[in-house]
Structure formats: structure tokens, C-alpha cells
């Protein structure tokens, strides 16, 4: 089982950039799917970007292509979530989730979540 751990929000101008950080333990990190999501007040959690188990194949929602990077460390057991040119839409509490097979967009077929790090974003 896969335990899981954000941390790297904050507060951050427009424009700016941050850093996510997932620490994850348990023995099958390095066999599962991992993802960010993102849920904004009064909103939908949504799929922000996923990675595969290799690390080598990588999704992002539109709205963040071209912007946020997601990578992984199968030796630290860490997952990443490099995110440049912020935008205020961007606030939102960030969850790094777990999944066995294949990457998804849909919340639903990720069964291990962390709890969350907020990353708020001014104008």
C-alpha cells in the first residue's frame, strides 16, 4: 500500500513558479500510477497531470500544458510538480494520487490520496 505526502504550496504572485513535492512509502510506489489533481473552492476535483510507473510517459490537463511538469524518482520514492507562469485560476488545494495500471484522468481509479497542500496564487 501507498502512503502519500504533499508539500511545497505557498503563496506566489502571479507569474511566478513552485515546486509540489509527493513523498510516498509502501513497496508498490514503483509499480503504480501517479497523478496531481486540484480542487478549487466550490469546484470539481480535476486531473492536473500524470506520470507512469517508468516515468517516461507523461498527460496534462490543457490548462496547464505547456506549463506545469510533472516527474518522478523511483529511487526517492518522490513525485514532482514543477509549475511556471502561475495564474490566480491556478489556486486551488493540490492532491498527489496513486493508481495501479495505467494513468487516468478520472478520479475515480486512484485509491490512495494524499492530504492535499494549498497553493494560492495572487494577482
Known amino acids: 500500500q501507498v502512503q502519500l505526502v504533499e508539500s511545497g504550496g505557498g503563496l506566489v504572485q502571479a507569474g511566478g513558479s513552485l515546486r509540489l513535492s509527493c513523498t510516498a512509502s509502501?513497496?508498490?510506489?514503483?509499480?503504480?500510477?501517479m497523478a496531481w489533481f486540484r480542487q478549487a473552492p466550490e469546484k470539481e476535483r480535476e486531473f492536473v497531470a500524470g506520470?507512469?510507473?517508468?516515468?517516461?510517459?507523461?498527460y496534462y490537463a490543457t490548462s496547464v500544458n505547456g506549463r506545469f511538469t510533472i516527474s518522478r524518482d523511483n529511487a526517492e520514492n518522490m513525485v514532482y510538480l514543477q509549475m511556471n507562469s502561475l495564474k490566480v485560476e491556478d489556486t486551488a488545494v493540490y492532491y498527489c494520487?496513486?493508481?495501479?495500471?495505467?494513468?487516468?484522468?478520472?478520479?475515480?481509479?486512484?485509491?490512495?490520496w494524499g492530504q492535499g497542500t494549498q497553493v494560492t496564487v495572487s494577482s
Open positions: 494520487a496513486a493508481a495501479v495500471g495505467l494513468v487516468d484522468s478520472d478520479r475515480g481509479r486512484y485509491s490512495k
Open positions: 509502501g513497496r508498490t510506489f514503483s509499480s503504480s500510477a
Open positions: 506520470i507512469n510507473t517508468s516515468g517516461y510517459l507523461s
